[in-house]
């Protein structure tokens, strides 16, 4: 069912300026660290104490099972997000917005890469050195252009 301006009921038209530019999450590959995780601490989380061969008992011990279900929130919450009005940095239990207006540049040590603003500098997570060319195009200009990155392949083994 479409509407008068030829939209579909439920769909909102395309706008002129998008609001969230670019997301750069963590790759869903590191949610088998969860996996592990769960394998690794399932044994002594359902394991009474004190006993050789006991069956599975649920007591304090099971609260180790919190661990896997903390590395998921992290993994999934952390995220920066390049929009119109800024960079949004979203951690595990919190988020924080620093306008175009504050950013003055970026930082990069070791393999973090900062934005520097006039209080301090805030790290980027889920941003490696190699998302910085992508970062400055999702910028609109704000941020200085970056060249890509350009790939360096092992040497090649053949006998001169």
Not at 36 to 52: D, K, M, N, R, Y
Request: with cysteine; hydrophobic share 40%.
């Amino acid at each position: 069912m479409t509407n008068s301006k030829g939209y579909r009921s439920g769909v909102s038209p395309p706008s002129a300026s998008p609001r969230v530019i670019r997301t750069f999450r963590l790759p869903r590959v590191t949610y088998l660290v969860v996996l592990i995780l769960l394998f690794c601490v399932a044994p002594l989380a359902l394991t009474e104490q004190g006993t050789e061969a006991a069956p599975a008992a649920i007591g304090p011990q099971t609260l180790l099972l919190v661990i896997p279900l903390l590395a998921g929130v992290f993994i999934a919450r952390s995220s920066t997000v390049v929009g119109a009005d800024g960079i949004t940095v979203r951690l595990s239990f919190g988020s924080r917005t620093i306008a175009w207006s504050d950013i003055r540049g970026l930082s990069v040590s070791d393999r973090s890469v900062y934005a520097v603003c006039r209080e301090g500098s805030v790290r980027l997570p889920c941003v490696r050195i190699t998302d910085l060319a992508s970062l400055s195009k999702a910028s609109g200009g704000r941020l200085p252009e970056v060249a890509e990155p350009t790939p360096k392949f092992a040497p090649s083994r053949r006998h001169r």
